[in-house]
């Protein structure tokens, strides 16, 4: 081929327009939390000389067969440890040989150490589905589970936070400085999403011009739901999507495309109660999810309605915001006193000696 030819044709490939990048979605690596977990806590399980470890760590295999969360599993070993720990330091040397009233001073020695009620309870159901498991494969007497222990829980009130401390609060979150931040304030509070649901959140599972939120498994009940966000939130989200790297394939990540954990959330959020000046209140970031049904219920939503927003299985639970806001009742309260301030009640009071 003639010279000139060839250099014709190495000047026509290399005015040629290099072909556009594109840009792949980063997509994390799946992972199946809950075998993580196992495999991390069976390692801490070898090697500690404990009454009944090896039956533990079996334990903890059939409930990761069982399709167990890793937070189950997490909850469980924690629970399990501690109670082989104690039966050590009672001098018990083997499970087989347990008793119902080691179970109860497990109990005892807990709230010896100022455990909450509830954390002493979930400690307790832990541990009595192991033994019961124990007792299904013939290593515990049956006799250990016969009567039951059970520990009473405060009926506590949810802790919402009031509206004068909501506007405290959103308004040291700069729009500008911060949309990352004010997305997660504004989605929590205004679809009432436990931080775990958000945090596993992907961009398909957001609906914008719906203004939907597809909750395909809850954290908690691993029931799946749809939740609704409002224009406010809309608004601080699409901010937020505008900075976002868009080869992201999870709504919210940390730093340097770090999984955004709950304790990173947590710590955001406790930094701007301080900066609001709320610190010595006792909110937590839970308490955005009970602010968000407290104030459905005060603008007139129905009860039925909260409870599939909230995910709850039993509306008995959705009930306990109901006495935070029952103003029917507030507003017979005040009338009924009212009349008895202006002494206009009229009647004698004799006694009744069955009251």
């Known amino acids: 081929m003639a010279p000139e030819l060839v250099s014709e044709q190495i000047r026509q490939r290399s ?9 792949l979605p ?19 399980l070898k090697g500690r000389d404990l009454p009944g470890i090896e039956l533990a760590e079996k334990y903890l295999s059939r409930l990761y067969s069982r399709n167990r969360r890793a937070r189950t599993i997490e909850q469980n070993y924690t629970s399990i440890t501690f109670f ?15 008793a119902r009233k080691d179970l109860a001073a497990f109990v005892e020695h807990e709230q010896d150490r100022g455990m909450k009620p509830v954390s002493i309870r979930g400690r307790l159901c832990s541990v009595k589905a192991f033994l019961r498991h124990l007792i299904e494969e013939g290593v ?7 009567k039951s222990i059970s520990v009473k829980i405060p009926d ?29 304030i504004l989605i929590l509070l205004r679809t009432g999403m436990r931080i775990g649901e958000l ?11 719906e203004q939907k939120v597809f909750i395909y498994e809850a954290r908690k009940t691993g029931s799946g739901r749809v939740v609704y966000f409002s224009a406010d939130a809309k608004e ?15 709504l919210f990540y940390g730093t340097a495309h770090e999984c955004l954990t709950y304790a990173g959330a947590r710590v955001m959020f406790v930094k701007y109660l ?5 610190d010595h209140k006792g909110y937590t970031i839970h308490c955005l999810r009970h602010t968000f049904a407290s104030e459905l219920l005060n603008a007139g939503m129905r009860l039925e309605c909260v409870q599939p927003l909230l995910g709850h299985t039993s509306i008995e639970v959705t009930r306990r915001y109901a006495r935070l806001t029952d103003k029917t009742r507030e507003d017979e309260y005040f009338r009924a006193m009212a009349l008895i301030e202006k002494g206009e009640i009229h009647g004698s009071y004799r006694f009744d000696h069955r009251l």
């Open 236 to 250: 601080a989200l699409v901010d937020w999507l505008q900075e976002k790297d868009p080869r992201e394939d999870v």
């Open 26 to 44: 980063f997509r994390r690596q799946t992972r199946n939390p809950a075998k993580d977990a196992l495999e991390k806590l069976s390692l801490k």
């Open 274 to 278: 301080k900066k609001a000046g709320l």
């Open 199 to 209: 945090l596993a959140l992907r961009m398909e599972d957001i609906n914008l011009k």
């Open 140 to 146: 515990v007497r049956y006799e250990v589970l016969t």
């Open 84 to 98: 082989l720990e104690f039966l050590k330091t009672q001098g018990i040397c083997c499970i087989e040989a347990v």
């Open 156 to 184: 506590a009130l949810p802790k919402a936070i009031a509206p004068e401390d909501i506007r405290a609060l959103l308004s040291v979150i700069d729009g500008r400085k911060c949309v990352r931040n004010r997305a997660i």
């Open 15 to 23: 005015f040629q327009p290099a072909p556009p990048k594109l840009i």
